[in-house]
């Protein structure tokens, strides 16, 4: 069982950046596909981006492309949604999460794809 918990949210003018962190335990870190979804209010939960166990492959979003690096760090089980530019349509609650299935299978699947989330961070960017 992965426990994942996010960390980086707040509040953030238009134009801004925020740093979001998702720390794991319980599991074999280095060994799943880890991805950063968020749920603006109203809408379905949606990929922002994910990140294939070795860190050697990213996926973005179109909304995310150009302003959002997800990285990670295996030695410290954590993985990071770096956004920049933020847009008041970028205000949501993102989630971090977990799967053992390869990125092209949750770029097809989306969020059901995965096994295992976090509790969420809100970001709130104003206008």
């Known amino acids: 069982q992965v426990q994942l918990v996010e960390s980086g949210g707040g509040l953030v003018q238009a134009g801004g950046s925020l740093r979001l962190s998702c720390a794991a335990s319980?599991?074999?870190?280095?060994?799943?596909?880890m991805g950063w979804f968020r749920r603006a209010p109203g809408k379905e939960c949606e990929v922002a981006a994910t990140?294939?166990?070795?860190?050697?492959?990213?996926y973005y979003a179109d909304s995310a492309k150009g302003r959002f690096t997800i990285s990670r760090d295996n030695a410290k089980n954590t993985v990071y949604l770096q956004m920049n530019s933020l847009k008041f349509e970028d205000t949501a609650v993102y989630y971090c999460?977990?799967?053992?299935?390869?990125?092209?299978?949750?770029?097809?699947?989306?969020?059901?794809?995965?096994?295992?989330w976090g509790k969420g961070t809100l970001v709130t960017v104003s206008s």
């Open positions: 999460a977990a799967t053992r299935k390869p990125g092209s299978t949750i770029r097809a699947k989306g969020y059901n794809s995965m096994d295992y």
């Open positions: 990140i294939s166990s070795s860190g050697g492959i990213t």
């Open positions: 319980g599991g074999t870190f280095s060994s799943y596909t």
